[in-house]
């Protein structure tokens, strides 16, 4: 009974591929989220959905294109990869204003 | 931009006993949540505790509360009868009130429980 989930947690690809990351909530959420966490463990947001709609896009490369098909769905792809984009991705959901629901993390490793 | 403040990196608390993390922040809003987040060696973010602003009573989580200060703009978390499954990063976040309203992390504190 997974709340968020992510697919696949772990990722590691060279330099100048394209990947996708999945994300499916069973919360029945309006809101999901990506946000990245670098070697420092620090977090960022990059993208947030609101009922399929794109609500914030912080500065995030072009690379990074966002998909949502659903309001149960948040795809992250990501074009041309670098190394810089090594770190976790966590997507993440949540009713509005309240507490963000996470999924376990993609651990993304560019070689 | 709201900011987070975690002054700690790293603390250390025996089990059994009680540990406070600090958390302070910066926003010109008056409506608004903040939170505490745990991060294990798993990765997964867990939500520990939940604080809306406009409430003055201090949100309490059976060995977790908080000392909600609105004026001073601190948060900070106590940790009670520590256990050796609290060792973990702790992210202290504020949130604006509204509309997929994103979360504006502070850098973490490590917590060590130690025997």
């Known amino acids: 009974d997974t709340a968020v989930s992510q697919t696949p947690k772990y990722l590691v690809t060279q330099m100048g591929n394209d990947k996708s990351i999945k994300c499916e909530q069973n919360l029945g959420h309006d809101t999901m989220y990506w946000y990245k966490q670098d070697s420092k463990k620090f977090l960022k947001i990059m993208f947030s959905?609101?009922?399929?709609?794109?609500?914030i896009n912080e500065t995030v490369p072009n690379r990074f294109s966002p998909k949502s098909p659903d309001k149960a769905h948040l795809n992250l792809h990501i074009n041309s990869l670098e190394l810089g984009d090594s770190a976790v991705y966590f997507c993440a959901s949540s009713q509005s204003p309240y507490e963000q629901y996470f999924g376990p993390g993609t651990r993304l490793t560019v070689t | 931009a709201q900011t987070v403040t975690q002054s700690q990196p790293e603390m250390s608390v025996q089990e059994a006993e009680t540990v406070t993390l600090s958390c302070t922040y910066d926003t010109s809003e008056s409506d608004y949540y903040l939170f505490w987040y745990k991060q294990p060696p798993s990765r997964q973010m867990i939500l520990v505790i939940r604080q809306e602003a406009y409430k003055q009573q201090n949100a309490t989580e059976n060995r977790f509360s908080v000392n909600f200060q609105k004026a001073a703009k601190s948060f900070s978390l106590k940790i009670s009868d520590s256990q050796l499954g609290d060792a973990a990063m702790y992210f202290c976040?504020?949130?604006?009130?509204?509309?997929?309203?994103?979360?504006?992390f502070g850098t973490g504190t490590r917590l060590q429980v130690t025997l």
């Open positions: 959905y609101n009922n399929k709609e794109l609500i």
């Open positions: 976040a504020y949130g604006r009130a509204g509309t997929a309203s994103k979360l504006t």
